[in-house]
C-alpha cells in the first residue's frame, strides 16, 4: 500500500473527536478517531498522541504511542494526575492516526493538530 501525507486542515480521511469525563478528582479524555466514507482505520501504523498545551492540568506523561492506544475506541485515553488548577481550560494535542481504503489499496497517515476544551466542576 501507498502511504500518503496530509496534515493539519488537509487531514481530512478521519475525524477525531475528544470526549472530556470527569471521574473524582481527575479529567479523562478519550481521543477517538473514526474514518471517513470509504475509508477504515488502520492499526497496523505508527500511531501516537502528544498532549501540548495543558494549562491548569497535570499529567504523569504526555506522549503516548501505538502500544498504548485503545485499539477498541480506536484511540487514547488519557487522564490527569490529580485535581486541575482551575475551573475551565484547553487542552492542545497533536494526534497521528492511520486510515486505509477498504481494499488497503492506499493509505494515509494523518496529523490532526487539535484543541479540546474541559471545564472541571469540582472543587
Same mark, same amino acid.
Request: proline share 3%.
Given at each position: 500500500?501507498?502511504? &500518503?501525507?496530509? =496534515? @493539519?486542515?488537509?487531514?481530512?480521511?478521519?475525524?477525531?473527536?475528544?470526549?472530556?469525563?470527569?471521574?473524582?478528582?481527575?479529567?479523562?479524555?478519550? +481521543?477517538?478517531?473514526? &474514518?471517513?466514507? @470509504?475509508?477504515?482505520?488502520?492499526?497496523?501504523?505508527?500511531? /501516537?498522541?502528544?498532549?501540548?498545551?495543558?494549562? !491548569?492540568?497535570?499529567? *504523569?506523561?504526555? =506522549?503516548?504511542?501505538?502500544?498504548?492506544? %485503545?485499539? /477498541?475506541?480506536? !484511540? +487514547?485515553?488519557?487522564?490527569?494526575?490529580? /485535581?486541575?488548577?482551575? *475551573?475551565?481550560?484547553?487542552? %492542545?494535542?497533536?494526534?497521528? *492516526? +492511520?486510515?486505509?481504503?477498504?481494499?488497503?489499496?492506499?493509505? +494515509?497517515?494523518?496529523?490532526?493538530? !487539535?484543541?479540546?476544551?474541559?471545564?472541571?466542576? @469540582?472543587?
Amino acid at each position: 500500500a501507498s502511504l &500518503a501525507r496530509a =496534515s @493539519g486542515p488537509d487531514a481530512k480521511n478521519a475525524i477525531i473527536d475528544v470526549d472530556v469525563k470527569a471521574e473524582g478528582d481527575n479529567l479523562k479524555f478519550a +481521543f477517538k478517531a473514526k &474514518a471517513k466514507d @470509504g475509508l477504515e482505520i488502520n492499526l497496523e501504523g505508527p500511531w /501516537k498522541l502528544e498532549v501540548k498545551g495543558h494549562d !491548569g492540568l497535570n499529567f *504523569a506523561k504526555t =506522549s503516548f504511542l501505538k502500544g498504548e492506544m %485503545d485499539e /477498541k475506541l480506536p !484511540g +487514547f485515553v488519557v487522564a490527569t494526575a490529580g /485535581k486541575p488548577a482551575k *475551573a475551565k481550560g484547553d487542552l %492542545d494535542y497533536t494526534l497521528v *492516526a +492511520f486510515v486505509c481504503t477498504k481494499e488497503k489499496t492506499q493509505c +494515509f497517515r494523518e496529523v490532526y493538530n !487539535g484543541k479540546a476544551a474541559w471545564t472541571y466542576a @469540582g472543587k
